[in-house]
């Protein structure tokens, strides 16, 4: 068991972002990847199709012989995983929970904002997160829809991203937070344009560190550690693997070879 890959599954390019935090993390492991770039972007999509789409996500990764499932996808987490973890028997980590602690431990003055995808503000599930560890932080949300055809478009350091930035942001930084949790994987796509507008006072959470922390945690706990051959990552794709290779390849900052277009669901 131990030797099988992990899967990790995002809507686009965003889960990468998680990705590359495990991928440093446990350079050992063997990953396999899902951008369901034909169905991007879910943060519109209603919580059933999401839903579907996580367990057509989940079920393709699970015929890789996958021994552990990261839903690199804040969307899919808020929605989807309490029914990935009863339906299936291995190990499912989410991105919520890891963002929410990291959260919760470094702001000073208790003012947070939580920014993300419609589905994932609607859902609260960073609230109720973040209450349950400490009921007297506030928290301020706001969802950055564009952000994602942004970070997919590979414009994150655009001066587009910089105006959509700042209308976005404004209200919040006006509600004086000191910490800002990136709530969409896509988001530290544009950590530089974030950081450009809000300055050095604003911590920025980006879940996936925290995600990388969880999964190496899992992979002890659970005996799980690889120790085989380091094996090269396996990307499959819904639709469009020339975008993923460019876009990812420079988030990643190398060649993305052999990226394979697949099909989920009945498309
Ligand atoms: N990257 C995803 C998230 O963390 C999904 C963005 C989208 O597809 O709208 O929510």
Known sequence: MSERAIGIFDSGVGGLTVFKE?????PGEE???IGDTARV???CKSPATVVRYALEAANFLLDQEVKMLVVACNT????ALPVLEERFRIPVVGVIGPGARKAAAVTRNGRVGVIGTMATVKSEAYTRAIHALNPDIQIFSKPC???????????????VALMVAREYLEPLAAENVDTLVLGCTHYPILKNTLRKFLGDGVRLVDSAQETAQT????????????SGKPRPPRFFVTDSCENFEKVGGSFLDRRLDGVQEIQLGFM
């Open 41 to 43: 972007p879910y943060g």
């Open 215 to 226: 999964v190496s945690r899992l992979l002890k706990s659970d005996d799980l550690y690889r």
């Open 22 to 26: 495990i991928e440093r993390l446990l």
């Open 31 to 33: 990953l396999v990847y």
């Open 76 to 79: 899919a987490s808020s929605t």
């Open 145 to 159: 829809p564009l952000f994602v055809p942004l970070a997919e478009e590979g414009w994150g350091d655009h001066p």
